[in-house]
């Protein structure tokens, strides 16, 4: 197992692992993407308080997911390259920033989206909606300090610490329709026993959830190796990668 | 065809639901395009550098 992670770990071993994996996950997503839109757009039936509308559903709870799971791999990643200065976790964190980000992004738009119509508001300062963006201002924070000054390791520290700080925020949205009286709607899949979603609404959402799992490798993979590409650029592994045209 | 116009009509909240998708998948579209032209744009160069390094010192 050490033997394995040390081997994965080392950058050249990446790269080439990362270029051969990369196909096959894009594959997984797009048809994971299409089997989820047919059911979440054209199978799931209207629903009988807010008809088609909540068929923005599918895109909004995957990515508020996606943007809360990315952020703990992004810290994770960023305390394991704070610690054990192990270069491929700094490049996992630094790539993951813009993906983070990017999830927040539809989930506060396509919520805004969902809001106009049901609560007749595109926005509310309430305690779910406020946290997420406050979590979009920490992504931003993670990205500013990854591109401040010459040296990419200590920006990657700087931002690493900021990333572990901003973990206190992960709770607060996650429980924060529960602690606070809210606009937004409770939770519709967690409680396990007896989820407030019809099967044929909930097997496409968790379907779009894991595509956007796959999705987010797929993107991470691909950044991941130009990122090291980047740092690694005069390294002998690189030439030989370039010269087999990998 | 009906069905389909009924399916883009989306029970009267197709801007709502087609901004919505049409949004998210700019941003996923850009997070797959924008890694790949930066590595061809990286591979391009480095690979050009290195040549060029080859060259110099046989």
Redesign the interface.
């Known amino acids: 197992m050490w033997y394995w992670l040390h081997r994965f770990s080392s950058p050249a071993y990446f790269y080439r692992f990362a270029g051969k994996a990369i196909p096959w996950l894009?594959a997984i997503t797009g048809l994971l993407l299409l089997a989820g839109l047919y059911g979440g757009?054209?199978l799931a039936p209207?629903d009988y308080q807010q008809?088609?509308?909540y068929?923005?559903i599918f895109?909004?709870v995957p990515?508020a997911w996606m943007s809360l799971f990315i952020y703990m791999v992004m810290a994770t990643a960023g305390g394991i390259g704070l610690i054990w200065h192990i270069k491929l976790a700094e490049v996992i964190a630094a790539s993951s920033a813009?993906?983070g980000a990017?999830f927040t992004?539809?989930a506060l738009?396509?919520g805004s989206?969902?809001g106009?119509?049901m609560w007749g508001t595109w926005w509310v300062w309430d305690a779910r909606l406020t946290s997420e963006l406050i979590l979009l201002f920490l992504y931003f924070g993670v990205i500013a300090l990854q591109s401040a000054g010459e040296d990419k390791r200590t920006a990657s520290r700087a931002s690493a610490i900021l990333a572990l700080v901003g973990v206190i925020n992960i709770p607060i949205i996650h429980f924060s329709v529960e602690w606070w009286n809210t606009l937004h709607q409770g939770a519709t899949v967690s409680k396990m026993d007896a989820p407030s979603i019809h099967t044929s609404m909930l097997v496409p959402l968790l379907i779009m959830a894991v595509a956007c799992k796959f999705?987010y490798a797929?993107?991470l993979l691909?950044?991941a190796?130009?990122e090291l590409?980047?740092r690694e650029?005069n390294s002998h592994w690189?030439?030989d990668a370039?010269?087999n045209h990998e | 065809m009906n069905n389909l116009a009924e399916f883009f009509h989306m029970g009267g909240y197709a801007l709502y639901v087609w901004s919505a998708y049409g949004l998210a998948t700019v941003v996923l579209g850009y997070n797959i395009l924008a890694p790949l032209w930066r590595l061809r744009g990286l591979q391009r160069r480095l690979a050009l550098r290195h040549a060029k390094n080859n060259g110099a010192t046989p």
Do not use: E, N
């Open positions: 894009a757009l054209v209207a008809g088609d509308s068929r923005i895109i909004h990515s813009p993906i990017s992004f539809i738009a396509t989206l969902w106009k119509p999705y797929t993107s691909m950044r190796r130009a590409l980047d650029h690189i030439r370039l010269k």
